[in-house]
């Protein structure tokens, strides 16, 4: 079984409002990615949150971890239609060496 | 400076054949990773080699394997090719694998007939 699973599955919203997804994981952690991907193709990196972080910002993003909850947020503010893309996220478990993707959110921006 | 790099972009085979999908990662990053992602799904892990050892492996069928030559690009075979094989086949690569930022290549888009 996978090791993130995203909530919510798709999200809607209106262009300049903020977009919030999450992520939760079953298992120890070294480190949580977060990353997008745009019509099937290649994934395009976000942010990595390590286990021993609580807040990372990167430009409009903002992405938690509450590694006693094993769940992660990643908030988009001020959407953007160019933010229309499915969200993953990917734990590196500290027992084994695989990374796992969760099976995303499609979020969509109104005009 | 260069991205991942994936060759072919998209291959149709039929079943029973064998495929090879190639990888080249970005300059100075010595750990590749293999991914199949089936449509509406999230990618699936399949290996992660650094330093040319394999050090993960994915719960897939013995049909899969993979190889990291020494200037760090990599080669994903896949025999006997089934229906299900059907899929956009992601390498990734990093600095020196866990704990490090992966980047992605586009992809191969494999399709088999």
């Known amino acids: 079984s996978q090791q993130g699973e995203e909530d919510p599955q798709a999200l809607s919203i209106q262009e300049g409002e903020n977009a919030t997804m999450n992520c939760s994981y079953k298992?120890?952690?070294?480190?949580l990615q977060w990353y997008r991907q745009n019509s099937g193709r290649g994934l395009v990196h976000l942010i990595l949150?390590?286990?021993?972080?609580r807040e990372k910002h990167s430009g409009r993003l903002r992405v938690t971890l509450d590694t006693s909850k094993k769940s992660s947020s990643l908030l988009i503010t001020a959407s953007r239609a160019a933010d229309t893309a499915s969200y993953f996220c990917?734990?590196?478990?500290?027992?084994?060496?695989?990374?796992?993707f969760g099976k995303g959110t499609r979020l969509h921006i109104l005009p | 400076d260069a991205g991942v790099t994936q060759s072919p972009t998209h291959l149709i085979k039929t079943r029973g054949q064998h495929v090879t999908l190639r990888c080249s990662p970005i300059?100075?990053?010595?750990?590749v990773s293999w991914y199949q992602q089936v449509l509406g799904q999230g990618p699936q892990f399949i290996f992660q080699?650094?330093?040319?050892?394999e050090r993960g492996r994915g719960n897939f069928p013995d049909r899969f394997s993979a190889r990291q030559f020494p200037n760090y690009s990599s080669e994903l075979n896949v025999n006997a090719l089934l229906l299900g094989d059907s899929a956009l086949y992601l390498c990734?690569?990093?600095?020196w694998g866990r704990g490090t930022e992966a980047f992605f290549g586009q992809g191969t888009r494999l399709t088999v007939v």
């Open positions: 990734a690569s990093s600095l």
């Open positions: 298992t120890s952690i070294n480190n």
């Open positions: 949150i390590r286990s021993n972080e």
């Open positions: 990917a734990t590196d478990a500290r027992r084994d060496d695989k990374i796992i």
């Open positions: 300059s100075g990053h010595k750990s």
């Open positions: 080699y650094y330093e040319k050892e």
